[in-house]
T-cell receptor, first 117, second 113 residues
Framework: GAGVSQSPRYKVTKRGQDVALRCDPI?????LYWYRQALGQGPEFLTY????????KSGLPNDRFSAERPEGSISTLTIQRTEQRDSAMYRC???????????????FGPGTRLTVL | DQQVKQNSPSLSVQEGRISILNCDYT??????FLWYKKYPAEGPTFLIS?????DKNEDGRFTVFLNKSAKHLSLHIVPSQPGDSAVYFC????????????FGTGTSLTVIP
């Protein structure tokens, strides 16, 4: 079946604008994760959901970042009043089981490359 | 604070030889470890994992070794093939606590034909 998809693949925005990044997980996957990856670094955890419930948002850098998954499927990561330091690859991953009780592989999407000018 | 470290940013190996990629971690609570492989313009794809109750896990040409006392794991690829050329990320997590993965910075492997 289809893997994790993300849109847009590339986003260029001006400083101060809001952006919304979308993640469509693998169908039926319970958990959904957002990561941010800077150039030359590994993915860094931002937040995760089990179904529609946001279980952990400890990795969100500040209150300009928020995420939702209202129906337990598609998720949106929103960055308000973007700053140049927000420029990075934003990756979404999904996992078939509840991350709070079952450790399992995460399947990553291709990412959204965000550039803030 | 980098809890998972891959100290070799790059590695070149001749086709047919063994590739050994190393990873160190600092958090003794980590009990589940994974290796991901990433090609350009794609997301990381799962390769192999190991639980801390084991010290070795093998899947075809790929073997992961875990040394808990040294907080070290390694990925062995034997024999290496040109298609293995990619960036390899080591990841670690604490089981059943949300599955947050901590990633290393990656090692770029080049297999020379």
């Amino acid at each position: 079946g289809a893997g994790v998809s993300q849109s847009p693949r590339y986003k260029v925005t001006k400083r101060g604008q809001d952006v919304a990044l979308r993640c469509d997980p693998i169908s039926g996957h319970v958990s959904l994760y957002w990561y941010r990856q800077a150039l030359g670094q590994g993915p860094e955890f931002l937040t995760y959901f089990n179904y529609e419930a946001q279980q952990d948002k400890s990795g969100l850098p500040n209150d300009r970042f928020s995420a939702e998954r209202p129906e337990g499927s598609i998720s949106t990561l929103t960055i308000q009043r973007t700053e140049q330091r927000d420029s990075a690859m934003y990756r979404c991953a999904s996992s078939p089981r509840d991350g709070g009780t079952d450790t399992d592989t995460q399947y990553f999407g291709p990412g959204t490359r965000l550039t803030v000018l | 604070d980098q809890q998972v470290k891959q100290n070799s940013p790059s590695l070149s190996v001749q086709e047919g030889r063994i590739s050994i990629l190393n990873c160190d971690y600092t958090n003794s609570m980590f009990d589940y470890f994974l290796w991901y492989k990433k090609y350009p313009a794609e997301g990381p794809t799962f390769l192999i994992s190991i639980s801390s109750i084991k010290d070795k896990n093998e899947d075809g040409r790929f073997t992961v070794f875990l040394n808990k006392s040294a907080k070290h794991l390694s990925l062995h690829i034997v024999p290496s093939q040109p298609g293995d050329s990619a960036v390899y990320f080591c990841a670690a997590t604490v089981s059943n606590t949300g599955n947050q993965f901590y990633f290393g910075t990656g090692t770029s492997l080049t297999v020379i034909p």
